[in-house]
């Protein structure tokens, strides 16, 4: 099945400072890459996804990279804020054997200080 | 609408005992999911749905059940807890399955956190 590494476990930056954040999966056939945001005590909620057919998408000040060859992703955030601190979790689905899962890796945990 | 609404919040079991966590979803989604939240294990695929009747194992099914036989409820049932099973169990829905192509957001339950002693 598919297998989803993601670093750095934790990550701390200075407000108006960029993250990033990267993952690798093992499943070539994975076609569907999101990010989830969970704040402190609430459900993850997703924030940005990526397709196999697109390798960059960007959204305000969140943009995901996908390198399809390398079978890594990433999450890079830009003018940070302290609001922006909380745990995110990338994630990889596909087709075949994975049809219907969604494997997470393990998070990383982000902290921005004013 | 009401989303995910996940029940018990709060749960304590004894060793042994049985318990039936409830999830249930007004959104009209196919796809239902059960996950378990670990201190640096992420989110882990316990059971998942495709559509009522319909139930497949996730990474990590051992020592729970699910059924389908609604659109919108979706429950897990521990069958005979133990410590390893101590953890924050989240419900998921969407209205396609990931990596379909359709409309693949999860939506969450607040979570219900499970202590097993």
């Known amino acids: 099945g598919e297998n989803v590494e993601q670093h750095p476990s934790t990550l701390s930056v200075q407000e108006g400072d960029s993250a990033v954040i990267k993952c690798t999966y093992s499943?070539?056939?994975?076609?569907?890459f999101p990010w989830y945001k969970q704040e402190l005590g609430k459900r993850p909620q997703l924030i940005i996804d990526?397709?196999?057919?697109?390798g960059e998408k960007k959204d305000q000040r969140i943009a995901v990279t996908l390198n399809k060859t390398a079978k890594h992703f990433s999450l890079h955030i830009t003018e940070t804020q302290p609001e922006d601190s909380a745990v995110y979790f990338c994630?990889?689905?596909?087709?075949?054997?994975?049809?219907?899962?969604?494997?997470f890796g393990q998070g990383t945990i982000l902290t921005v200080h004013p | 609408n009401a989303g995910v609404t996940q029940t018990p919040k709060f749960q304590v079991l004894k060793t042994g005992q049985s318990m039936t966590l409830q999830c249930a979803q007004d959104?009209?989604?196919?796809?239902m999911s059960w996950y378990r939240q670990d201190p640096g294990m992420g989110l882990r695929l316990i059971h998942y749905?495709?559509?009522?009747?319909?139930?497949d194992q996730g990474e990590v099914p051992n020592g729970y059940n699910v059924s389908r036989s609604t659109t919108e409820d979706f429950p897990l049932r521990l069958l005979s807890a133990a410590p390893s099973q101590t953890s924050v169990y989240f419900c998921a829905s969407s209205y396609s399955p990931p990596g379909t192509v359709g409309s693949e957001k999860l939506f969450f339950g607040s979570g219900t956190q499970l202590s097993v002693l």
């Open positions: 990526i397709r196999s057919n697109v």
């Open positions: 749905s495709v559509g009522a009747g319909i139930t």
């Open positions: 994630a990889a689905s596909g087709g075949g054997t994975s049809y219907g899962k969604l494997t």
């Open positions: 959104m009209n989604h196919e796809y």
């Open positions: 499943d070539s056939a994975s076609n569907y």
